[in-house]
């Protein structure tokens, strides 16, 4: 079984520019969340996606969207880009079933703004 | 929301003795309690987790405990070795009993565990 794969691994971008990052997770998996980690802050939750919907969202400016597809294959885009948002972003799915509810992560993408 | 505060930051031990991570929440809706070990250069991993209707899980040399009271919950490692040597995150979040999606994971800041051999 394939697991959470993440594309690129690795992202340079000037100051202003956008960025797309790409999440696809686990077969039959419906809950895709991305995080941000840097090495101040931890791990901080961004958003989560289940059947295409945002269902939940953390605190983050708008310059940080994302969306889900039908085949729950998650995109997440930050546009403006600031230095401040060079940070491994990470992805996670899970089942989300009652009795199932191991997040699952990605290996993630790095993205370092310059 | 919720808030997750977790120490020590970082956790040297003598190979063989136990290592003990606390965390404390705020949000007295959270029920689902994992833990994450995350090795240099690799994705976070669960190693063990627990729900609100259980005061105590364990999984070898792995525990976990907690105190839905005082709003706290600890991982325990006994007979640490050196490959033990991670950071470790513990998390909170809700998980509604009839499945859907809560994946909003908050972690703490993590723990940085050294184990000498």
């Known amino acids: 079984k394939a697991g959470v794969t993440q594309t690129p691994r690795y992202l340079i971008k000037t100051r202003g520019q956008q960025v797309t990052l790409s999440c696809s997770p686990i077969?039959?998996?419906?809950?895709v969340s991305w995080y941000q980690q840097t090495p101040g802050q931890g791990l901080q939750f961004l958003f989560e996606?289940?059947?295409?919907?945002?269902?939940n969202k953390g605190n983050f400016p708008g310059r940080f969207s994302g969306r889900q597809f039908s085949n729950s294959r998650s995109e997440m885009n930050v546009s403006t880009l600031e230095l401040g948002d060079s940070a491994l972003y990470l992805c996670?799915?899970?089942?989300?079933?009652?009795?199932?509810?191991?997040?699952?992560f990605g290996q993630g993408t790095r993205l370092t703004v310059v | 929301g919720e808030n997750v505060e977790q120490h020590p930051s970082t956790l040297s031990v003598q190979e063989g003795d136990s290592a003990v991570i606390k965390c404390t929440y705020s949000d007295s809706a959270s029920n689902y309690f994992p833990w994450y070990k995350q090795e240099l250069g690799k994705r976070p991993q669960l190693i063990i987790d627990i729900r609100s209707n259980v005061g105590e899980k364990k999984d070898q040399r792995i525990a976990v405990t907690l105190n839905k009271t005082a709003k706290h919950f600890s991982l325990h490692i006994t007979e640490t070795q050196p490959e033990d040597s991670a950071v470790y995150f513990c998390?909170?979040?809700?998980?509604?009993?009839?499945?859907?999606?809560?994946?909003?994971?908050?972690f703490g800041k993590g723990t940085k565990l050294s184990v000498k051999p």
């Open positions: 996606y289940f059947s295409e919907t945002q269902r």
């Open positions: 998390a909170a979040s809700i998980r509604l009993r009839m499945g859907g999606s809560q994946g909003n994971l908050i």
């Open positions: 996670a799915s899970s089942l989300s079933t009652g009795s199932s509810t191991e997040a699952f």
């Open positions: 077969s039959g998996h419906r809950s």
